[in-house]
Nanobody, 125 residues
Framework: EVRLVESGGGLVQAGGSVRLSCKAS?????????IAWFRQAPGKERFGVSC????????FYEDSVEGRFTISGDFAKNTVYLQMNNLTPEDTARYYC?????????????????WGRGIQVTVSS
């Protein structure tokens, strides 16, 4: 069974940085899979902000985070990171990691097979 656990969230001031981690378990060593990060603010839809594919390390960024967020993976540890820089209050949300066999490049696509429980990131002004 695949399990995803997020860590690294918290409270940060505007302009600051946070690094989120997503630890995956349950994948076989030779599985090719993708890990995506989503976020959901109160009263808003969940949408994807970034994704990385294990096989070729290809990445995807949603427009609003391009240039500020960086996704990376240490697949020997089955861990994916989301480095978030220059944060604004608009980045405040609950962040989820999700896994599937490929990345979707549609940030509104939420039908990933596996999900973590999420972690809160709050950016104060």
């Amino acid at each position: 069974e695949v399990r995803l656990v997020e860590s690294g969230g918290g409270l940060v001031q505007a302009g600051g940085s946070v690094r989120l981690s997503c630890k995956a378990s349950g994948f076989a060593w030779d599985d090719d899979y993708a890990i995506a990060w989503f976020r959901q603010a109160p009263g808003k839809e969940r949408f994807g902000v970034s994704c990385i594919y294990k096989r070729d390390r290809s990445t995807f960024y949603e427009d609003s985070v391009e240039g500020r967020f960086t996704i990376s993976g240490d697949f020997a540890k089955n861990t994916v990171y989301l480095q978030m820089n220059n944060l604004t209050p608009e980045d405040t949300a609950r962040y989820y990691c999700a896994a599937d066999w490929l990345c979707s490049y549609d940030p509104t696509f939420v039908n990933y097979d596996y999900w973590g429980r999420g972690i809160q990131v709050t950016v104060s002004s």
